[in-house]
């Protein structure tokens, strides 16, 4: 199961959870789960940057999961 | 129709040479448009970032602010006529080992310019390289390296003079 | 632990392959260009800023002799598409919106038309010509007018998207909230020993490039158009274009132009699909170049800000909390950087407990574009002001405070991931033990420092080598070379192949000549791009030896390689090594030419962070203010060609320096820009500012083979607090508002004088 640490901002969407537990294999399916599961906030998370273990990726893509992966869902950043 | 353009015969990088232009056009269109010499860059159009630095008979000057017509019977030189035959001058030869340029769009401005300096002046401080140059904009590399390398073309440019 | 390797060319200084080109002046940048028959196209621009376009009367214009073309916003087709770009995901219908003006205006000089004729005079004459008739709206000039209640509205249909306030729904100019916390942030205040609570703002700044904005644009009769121009990244000019103009991107090539400065604002198009439309229209080439003074109105700034910062600390200099306001402006649509400036504001520190809040709000100026290092030097002048201050109450070496609150490897940073590897402790202690820090000042004079952070990014790259029979090599990659990447590209296929670095031809593909590469900025050519490189070459090198496996008729895998040599399996009769140049030779004989390719898509380069010091001698009879010695220490990871290394290191100081003391967008009341141009907006020249010492630190980052972190964008991101804060030591005074110019200071110092004297 991932780890998983909703952006801390949208809690308020999330009842207040911060960190939930998922069984994904790959990125587009925790994505999916977290969608189903906290539908008021699905079309944002979907915009998200994904840090998997440490590693950020802008586009995560279908990027797999450990068993025990860490994942942070963040903003997008621009750069210059 | 009347003819409008005005023709003017001039002496650029030591060759006659003679161009039509529009009595208001600049020096720096008739160089950049007229005559192919493109290495003289359009930075602001108002005397303000040196990327169109050039010599008129020998004395620094912003293309944009001359007006084309004024180089009848006078000699320019441009970036173009720095190097001579397969070698590079030394301000271009030093301006490449110190990295001192790296977009490279103010460099031919810098270098024409660091030449009236050394040509007025071999020996120049550190501070008056800065106080020259300081009509010169870089927005890449902070100066520091475009002074090193104008100092360093001048220790070399006077070893060799002797 | 692997052992480091040992580099050849990684690490060397070779003279850049593009530099004869650009000290001699044959370099072609945007507007070197002519082609056969192109018309000039001149843009005609608002005069208000803030009108609904009530009509446009082009007749006038159309008739003028040698006029060919005119376009308004209604030749235009309406896009929905996106380009994927980070934070500031590029909305087209706002691109083609900002480009050129449909239905409202919504900055002074925001483009309603453009005329393509023969020469530039008769386009503008022409321009002239055309009547608009606008109804006048009030300006929305700032933060605290746009988030007014009365304020007039921008977009109607504009909401918060995000973290919404509580109660906030309906029209508004606060385009997106964002917010980041953690911990319970009352709790942790209420056990600080100190807490220190300022305000500060920020003018609108211009990256200042040097080269403006150009191009030129043919569109024949099959709806193929050829696009050449200045640019960071040509496949968003791509995409762009296509999608603007209405034309398939199949038939859009984009050829990028040397490109004479970029810092972020070369990404979005303001011309390239007018100038294909003007072309369309025309069925002639067409060039256009903008004025310093449009590329001042009419481009990309970076926001003007309003951050509040509170920390609180324990008395041994532990932080405990803080909390982070951030107002960004984003111009005339929504898109700052303020959620990134929310990510690193407190990105150097362990803080238990936070709580940042950050809003981007639309004003009537030009909409902001990226400027190196997007939002992270704004947030950086606030919260490194105020460790500043929480160093003074404590009477602590504000190293030692930054020291004993900094984050590193293992810690959780604030926007939730942990750090990898990063050096920002190293670049505290190298600062520490430089002996600028220990050095005298002189009368008149402070001492500041400041530190700062940039993610440094990764995306799309891709790297063709290509090799020749003599043994030499090309790499080809789809990024403009701004500061020194072709350079740092032929190391990196020396390094990989063994052969002299003069003998690596760098060189950048259009759009139809590379694979997909992302733009050139972000921080991420020398990583990623350098790793498509690496492997590409990586990807010749397993050709080669597979071509003298053949020739020694020997298995792959038994082949080895060393300092550019194939090596035969021991014990091979008539085998003995060969070089990349004798391989190369038998090319024709083996199996034919070898061209070596890679793409990928790289995970963000991951955290870097620099340390400036800044010394500042102050004239207090003039407010005139002048940096007398200035350091930059930066984790690079590695540094691949520390000459351009350093120059990034140096011109990033100098621009933040610029942005601290002088540089600012001066607006009068009806929202008119008042110093478009060099003279008055005054960016640093050469008699401004001292050498730049730098010292490169180098924790390796482990996703790249090399370790290479990128290097540009962190270096502006301390300079406005560091000068800030040596402003602060030479005069008493704290400054929370730049710049820093003369007249503001002049103030604060005879402010300062009379509270003294009256008390």
């Not at chain 3, 040992?6 to 080109?21: A, L, M, N, Q, S």
């Not at chain 3, 003028?64 to 909305?91: F, N, R």
């Not at chain 3, 053949?550 to 399996?569: H, K, L, M, S, Y």
Request: proline share 6%; hydrophobic share 40%.
């Amino acid at each position: 199961m991932a780890t998983v640490h909703l952006p801390s901002g949208l809690t308020q969407y999330t009842g207040g959870v911060e960190t939930i537990d998922i069984d994904a294999a790959r990125v587009p399916e925790l994505i999916a789960a977290l969608g189903h599961r906290f539908p008021q906030i699905a079309e944002q998370l979907g915009e998200m940057a994904v840090a998997i273990d440490g590693e950020i990726y802008q586009d995560p893509g279908y990027q797999l999961l450990r068993a025990d992966s860490d994942v942070h869902l963040v903003p997008r950043i621009a750069g210059g | 129709m009347t003819v409008t353009k005005l023709h003017i015969e001039t002496t650029i990088n030591g060759e006659p040479r003679e161009f039509l232009c529009d009595s208001h056009e600049t020096l720096l269109s008739a160089l950049r448009n007229g005559l192919g010499l493109t290495g003289t860059k359009e930075g602001c159009a108002t005397g303000d970032c040196g990327a169109c630095s050039i010599l008129l008979d020998g004395r620094l000057v912003p293309a944009c602010l001359v007006l084309a017509p004024e180089a009848q019977g006078r000699a320019v030189t441009t970036i173009e006529g720095l190097s001579s035959g397969d070698a590079l001058h030394p301000l271009q030869q030093k301006f490449l080992e110190h990295a001192a340029l790296q977009c490279g769009v103010c460099t031919p401005g810098f270098i024409v310019a660091a030449k009236a300096l050394l040509d007025a002046k071999p020996n120049p401080s550190e501070d008056e390289t800065r106080y020259w140059l300081a009509g010169n904009l870089c927005r890449c590399t902070g100066y520091d390296k475009i002074i090193r390398a104008v100092l360093d073309a001048a220790s070399e440019m006077k070893e060799s003079a002797i | 632990m692997t052992t480091p390797r040992e580099f050849k060319y990684v690490g060397t200084r070779p003279i850049r392959h593009d530099g004869v080109d650009k000290v001699t002046g044959r370099a072609s940048y945007g507007a070197d260009v002519v082609w056969p028959g192109m018309l000039h196209g001149f843009v005609l621009r608002s005069p208000h800023a803030h009108a609904r376009i009530v009509s446009i009367d082009t007749r006038a214009a159309e008739a003028t002799p040698g006029v060919k073309a005119v376009l308004t916003g209604k030749d235009l087709p309406e896009t929905t598409a996106t380009i994927a770009l980070g934070e500031a995901a590029i909305d087209l219908r706002d691109v083609g919106d900002n480009m050129l003006a449909r239905t409202k205006v919504l900055y002074h000089g925001h483009a309603v038309a453009a005329v393509a004729a023969t020469t530039i005079d008769i386009a503008r004459e022409a321009a002239e010509k055309i009547q608009v008739v606008y109804e006048v709206l009030e300006p929305v000039t700032g933060i605290d007018r746009a988030i007014a209640a009365d304020a007039p509205i921008l977009h109607p249909a504009l909401r918060t998207k995000g973290a919404a306030s509580p109660g906030a729904a309906g029209p508004t100019n606060i385009a997106s909230r964002l917010e980041f916390k953690r911990g319970d942030v009352d709790a942790a205040f209420a056990e600080a020993d100190v807490v220190v609570e300022r305000e500060f703002r920020t003018p609108m700044v211009h990256q200042g490039y040097i080269e403006p904005h150009a191009c030129i644009a043919r569109c024949g009769e099959d709806g193929r158009a050829v696009v050449w121009c200045t640019t960071q990244g040509p496949f968003v000019v791509r995409d762009a274009c296509a999608a603007i103009a209405g034309l398939d991107p199949a038939h859009v090539k984009v050829i990028p132009s040397e490109i004479g400065g970029g810092f972020g604002g070369k990404i979005v198009v303001y011309l390239e699909p007018m100038a294909i439309a003007l072309s369309r229209k025309a069925q002639r080439p067409v060039k256009m170049v903008m004025g310093r003074d449009e590329v001042f109105r009419a481009t990309g700034p970076t926001s003007g800000s309003r951050v509040r910062v509170k920390l609180g600390a324990k008395r041994d200099g532990t932080l405990v909390a803080a909390t982070a306001s951030l107002w960004y402006e984003a111009g005339a649509y929504r898109g700052s950087p303020v959620g990134a400036g929310a990510m690193c504001a407190l990105a150097a520190y362990k803080i238990p407990s936070f709580f940042i809040e950050a809003h981007d709000v639309v004003v009537n100026k030009p909409k902001v574009a990226a400027y190196r290092a997007p939002g992270s030097p704004i947030a950086a002048f606030a919260v490194e002001s105020v460790v500043d201050e929480i160093a003074r109450e404590l009477k602590m070496d504000p190293i030692e405070l930054r020291l004993k609150n900094a984050n590193a490897e293992g810690d959780k940073a604030p926007y939730g991931p942990k750090y990898g590897p990063i050096g920002l402790k190293q670049i505290l202690e190298a600062a520490r033990n430089h002996p600028h820090w220990t050095s005298p000042l002189a009368a008149n004079q402070g001492r500041g420092i400041a530190v700062g952070f940039w993610f440094n990014a990764g995306m799309n790259s891709s790297a063709t080598v290509i090799l020749d029979t003599d043994g030499s090599a090309a790499v080809v990659t789809g990024n403009p070379d701004i500061g020194g990447t072709r350079a740092a590209q032929a190391i990196m296929v020396a390094e990989e192949l063994g052969i002299p670095v003069e003998r690596v031809r760098p060189g950048v593909g259009d759009t139809d000549g590379s694979g997909y590469t992302d733009l050139t900025g972000g921080s991420r050519v020398c990583y990623a791009t350098g790793m498509a490189v690496i492997r590409a070459a990586e990807d010749v090198r397993d050709q080669l030896k597979a071509r003298a496996a053949q020739i020694w008729n020997v298995a792959v895998d038994a082949v080895g390689w060393e300092n550019g040599r194939a090596i035969p399996p021991a014990g091979t009769e008539k085998a003995e090594a060969m070089t990349v140049a004798g391989l190369a030779a038998k090319m024709a004989h083996t199996g034919g030419p070898i061209v070596g390719r890679a793409s990928l898509y790289a995970p963000m380069a991951g955290p870097a962070f620099g340390a400036h010091i800044c010394d500042l001698e102050v004239d207090s009879e003039t407010g005139q203010s002048k940096v007398v010695r200035y350091t930059v220490f930066q984790d690079v990871g590695r540094a691949v060609h520390p000459g351009y290394v350093e120059g990034q290191m140096q011109g990033g100081a100098a621009q933040g320096i610029g942005w601290a003391l002088n540089e600012e967008y001066i607006y009068d009341a009806d929202g008119v820009m008042e110093n478009a141009g060099f003279l008055d907006y005054r960016m640093p020249v050469a008699s401004d500012l001292p050498m730049i010492d730098t010292v490169i630190i180098e924790v390796p980052n482990p996703l790249h083979p090399y370790g290479v972190r990128g290097v540009g964008e962190v270096p502006i991101v301390p300079p406005l607090a560091a000068v800030a804060n040596a402003m602060r030591d030479a005069t008493g005074i704290r400054f929370t508002e730049l710049p820093l110019s003369p007249p503001r200071v002049l103030e604060a110092i005879e402010a300062a004088s009379a509270v003294s004297v009256g008390a």
